[in-house]
Nanobody, 116 residues
Framework: QVQLVESGGGLVQPGGSLRLSCAAS????????MNWYRQSPEKERELVAN????????NYANSVKGRFTISRDNAKNTVYLQMNSLKPEDTAVYYCNLRVETTTYWGQGTQVTVSS
């Protein structure tokens, strides 16, 4: 079965960096676009970034452009989110996401807290 396991979250000061990882299994990873979402109590769930199967096309929310970078390693079945210049408003639970036809899969999420 499809499994998505996020890691790498934590507490970081404003201006700091974190790298999130999402280890995937149970499907042919290299065939699918992978997505990172985030959700905080004050906001609706937001698509942060996504990356095409071969990693050629990457899209970002306006709120993170120039600060976050999505990447993937198809040999390791892993997608990453490098987050730099973090701001308090980046505080959220970050989720890895996959859509296969009509089915959507989510990881358990990893908490990112940006605070001094």
């Amino acid at each position: 079965q499809v499994q998505l396991v996020e890691s790498g979250g934590g507490l970081v000061q404003p201006g700091g960096s974190l790298r999130l990882s999402c280890a995937a299994s149970g499907f042919t990873f290299s065939r699918y676009t992978m997505n990172w979402y985030r959700q905080s109590p004050e906001k609706e769930r937001e698509l942060v970034a996504n990356i095409s199967p071969a990693g050629i096309t990457r899209n970002y929310a306006n709120s993170v452009k120039g600060r976050f970078t999505i990447s993937r390693d198809n040999a390791k079945n892993t997608v990453y989110l490098q987050m730099n210049s973090l701001k308090p408003e980046d505080t959220a639970v970050y989720y890895c996401n996959l859509r296969v036809e009509t089915t959507t899969y989510w990881g358990q999420g990893t908490q990112v807290t940006v605070s001094s």
